[in-house]
Structures are given as structure tokens and as C-alpha cells.
């Protein structure tokens, strides 16, 4: 079993950035591909971002390529998102998610765990 603690969200101003830690406990994560996707309220979940097992290879969704970034240290059993540019259609409430092998996707319901989430608003 995997546990994962999103921290990191916040308010912030338009342009602004801001960088969310994705911490996992119960094992390590190193051969588990991680993702983070978003829900703003009356919404669908969307796909942000995901990064294989190594952290060699890494996916966007459209609307933040060039502005976000996600890495992992696997060595603390945790991965991050770095949010640049920040807009205020980034608000939402950030997951963090691990799928059960080491290929990444952008699909949610290949995500075997998942965090309570973190509220990121960005104002105008």
C-alpha cells in the first residue's frame, strides 16, 4: 500500500509560481510511474502532468506545456511540480497519483493511489 501527502499549494498572483511535493510512504515509488492531475470545482478531472519510474521520461497536458515541470527524487520517495507562469485557470485542487508500473500515463483511471490533494488558486 502506498500512501501520498500533497503540500505545497497556496495562494498566489497571476505569473506567479509555485512548486507542489508529492510525498509517498508505505514503500518506495521507484518502479511506480507518478502523475498529477487537477479538478477545478464543477469540472473534470484533467491530466497536468506524469513522469516514469526512472524520471527519464515525462508528459504535459496541453494547457501547461512550456510552464510546468515535474521531477522526482526518488531517493526521498518524492515527486514535485513546478508551476511557472502561473494563471488563474490553474486554480484547482492538485492530486498527486502512482500507477502500479513504471510507464507513465495520462489517464486517471490508471492510477492505482492517490492523495487527498492540494488547493492551489492563482488571483488575477
Known amino acids: 500500500q502506498v500512501q501520498l501527502v500533497e503540500s505545497g499549494g497556496g495562494l498566489v498572483q497571476a505569473g506567479g509560481s509555485l512548486r507542489l511535493s508529492c510525498a509517498a510512504s508505505?514503500?518506495?515509488?521507484?518502479?511506480?510511474?507518478m502523475g498529477w492531475f487537477r479538478q477545478a470545482p464543477e469540472k473534470e478531472r484533467e491530466f497536468v502532468a506524469a513522469?516514469?519510474?526512472?524520471?527519464?521520461?515525462?508528459y504535459y497536458g496541453d494547457s501547461v506545456k512550456g510552464r510546468f515541470s515535474i521531477f522526482r527524487d526518488n531517493a526521498k520517495n518524492t515527486v514535485y511540480l513546478r508551476m511557472n507562469s502561473l494563471k488563474p485557470e490553474d486554480t484547482a485542487v492538485y492530486y498527486c497519483?502512482?500507477?502500479?508500473?513504471?510507464?507513465?500515463?495520462?489517464?486517471?483511471?490508471?492510477?492505482?493511489?492517490w492523495g487527498q490533494g492540494t488547493q492551489v488558486t492563482v488571483s488575477s
Open positions: 497519483a502512482a500507477r502500479g508500473m513504471l510507464r507513465a500515463s495520462d489517464r486517471a483511471h490508471e492510477y492505482d493511489y
Open positions: 508505505g514503500r518506495t515509488v521507484s518502479s511506480n510511474a
Open positions: 513522469i516514469n519510474g526512472r524520471g527519464s521520461t515525462t
